[in-house]
T-cell receptor
């Protein structure tokens, strides 16, 4: 069990640029979640996948955001035309399916939009 | 929509003493789960303790225990024999009975004094 990994750990970009983050879940986990955490706040749910299917999207996930999990393994989160308000920590979590299983979090990708 | 409220932005405790972190939540569901997560500075979030709403017995994990008051929708975390390593941001979180997204509170920073 190598844990959830995220890449990159830090990203600085200029407003208007596109960025893409990657999350590798724990290998046997079929559920994958994305959350956004702004400074001093708790994480907010963005979206989640069961295998390759994206089953729920938050209203926070504007049209500029897109997430994929093409083969039910790793996932990517892309933000197009970044804005300063997108600056946050983007957390990925994974779990087995079902209510009994906890979510394991990755270290996060900290995005700074200048 | 479910909400989670942590009314204590920051708490301090002397090493070896006991501290209680407060959390209230709002839901119309009868089947749900409650969690306390710990997020040390610059490190990933880890699960401290969980409580199933259908269980009347309060959960305990070593020095960590909860006081779950379902009617009052209150879910506090007690840390006994506090250690320096307990210093972190603590988040209370709710998950419905379908096992999907977590809803987090704003967090409580716990400082441990030696």
């Amino acid at each position: 069990d190598t844990g959830v990994s995220q890449d990159p750990r830090h990203k600085i970009t200029k407003r208007g640029q596109n960025v893409t983050f990657r999350c590798d879940p724990i290998s046997e986990h079929n559920r994958l979640y994305w959350y956004r955490q702004t400074l001093g706040q708790g994480p907010e749910f963005l979206t989640y996948f069961q295998n390759e299917a994206q089953l729920e999207k938050s209203r926070l996930l504007s049209d500029r955001f897109s997430a994929e999990r093409p083969k039910g393994s790793f996932s990517t989160l892309e933000i197009q035309r970044t804005e300063q308000g997108d600056s946050a920590m983007y957390l990925c979590a994974s779990s087995r399916g079902g209510v009994l299983y906890e979510q394991y979090f990755g270290p996060g990708t900290r995005l700074t939009v200048t | 929509a479910q909400t989670v409220t942590q009314s204590q932005p920051e708490m301090s405790v002397q090493e070896a003493e006991t501290v209680t972190l407060s959390c209230t939540y709002d839901t119309s569901e009868s089947d749900y789960y409650l969690f306390w997560y710990k997020q040390p500075p610059s490190r990933q979030m880890i699960l401290v303790i969980r409580q199933e709403a259908y269980k009347q017995q309060n959960a305990t994990e070593n020095r960590f225990s909860v006081n779950f008051q379902k009617a009052a929708k209150s879910f506090s975390l007690k840390i006994s024999d506090s250690q320096l390593g307990d210093a972190a941001m603590y988040f209370c979180a709710y998950r419905d009975g379908y096992g999907n997204k977590l809803v987090f509170g704003a967090g409580t920073i716990l400082r441990v004094k030696s």
